[in-house]
T-cell receptor
Framework: DAKTTQPNSMESNEEEPVHLPCNHSTISGTDYIHWYRQLPSQGPEYVIHGLTSNVNNRMASLAIAEDRKSSTLILHRATLRDAAVYYCILRVLSSNTGKLIFGQGTTLQVKP | DAGITQSPRYKITETGRQVTLMCHQTWSHSYMFWYRQDLGHGLRLIYYSAAADITDKGEVPDGYVVSRSKTENFPLTLESATRSQTSVYFC??????????????FGPGTRLTVL
């Protein structure tokens, strides 16, 4: 499975945009890019996913580099509730199991 | 309650004892997963199941046994618990196809301590 690299931690101020980077230089053409987050003392929750094009949903936006070797999760207005560990994960398109291989993630702190 | 639940939420046991962690989902999702989360390791996949009576190993299956006689339940058993199995255990499920097939739904976790 291809690996991802994320910064260990980031800080943001409340109500400001946050850009969480992820490098995946060994990504293959069949790998989806997934983002999950884990709030304190909870299980992970799905945030967004994409393959080649940028994606938007109610939680966030995902910007994917043209060469697909990196991506950025964008939280448009951070709130205190967005403080969590954010995981960038690659999932093989052809894999029916949908197995997720979690890395260390980025711990996001949001300051009031 | 709708969703995915785990029981117990907290468990303390002793080395050598058998422990079973329960996972129940109400969506009739085909796929179910067990992960463990330890400090410094993130989440690691233990076992997964594609359907009732179909299970397969993940990254760290040693010391664990699973079964899936019903679609909605996926128990995880530690046959002889060891201290290294002290961890937080998460169960998850997902649909096999369609748009939401990309999304895994996680339970609240079971914190297991082996003394």
């Amino acid at each position: 499975d291809a690996k991802t690299t994320q910064p260990n931690s980031m800080e943001s101020n409340e109500e400001e945009p946050v850009h969480l980077p992820c490098n995946h230089s060994t990504i293959s053409g069949t790998d989806y890019i997934h983002w999950y987050r884990q709030l304190p003392s909870q299980g992970p929750e799905y945030v967004i996913h994409g393959l080649t094009s940028n994606v938007n949903n109610r939680m966030a936006s995902l910007a994917i580099a043209e060469d697909r070797k990196s991506s950025t999760l964008i939280l448009h207005r951070a709130t205190l509730r967005d403080a969590a560990v954010y995981y960038c994960i690659l999932r093989v398109l052809s894999s029916n199991t949908g197995k997720l291989i979690f890395g260390q993630g980025t711990t996001l702190q949001v300051k009031p | 309650d709708a969703g995915i639940t785990q029981s117990p939420r907290y468990k303390i046991t002793e080395t050598g004892r058998q422990v079973t962690l329960m996972c129940h989902q109400t969506w009739s999702h085909s796929y179910m997963f067990w992960y463990r989360q330890d400090l410094g390791h993130g989440l690691r996949l233990i076992y997964y199941s594609a359907a009732a009576d179909i299970t397969d190993k993940g990254e760290v299956p040693d010391g664990y046994v699973v079964s899936r006689s019903k679609t909605e339940n996926f128990p995880l058993t530690l046959e002889s618990a060891t201290r290294s199995q002290t961890s937080v255990y998460f169960c998850a499920s997902r649909t096999p196809s369609g748009g939401r097939a990309n999304e895994q739904f996680f339970g609240p976790g079971t914190r297991l301590t082996v003394l």
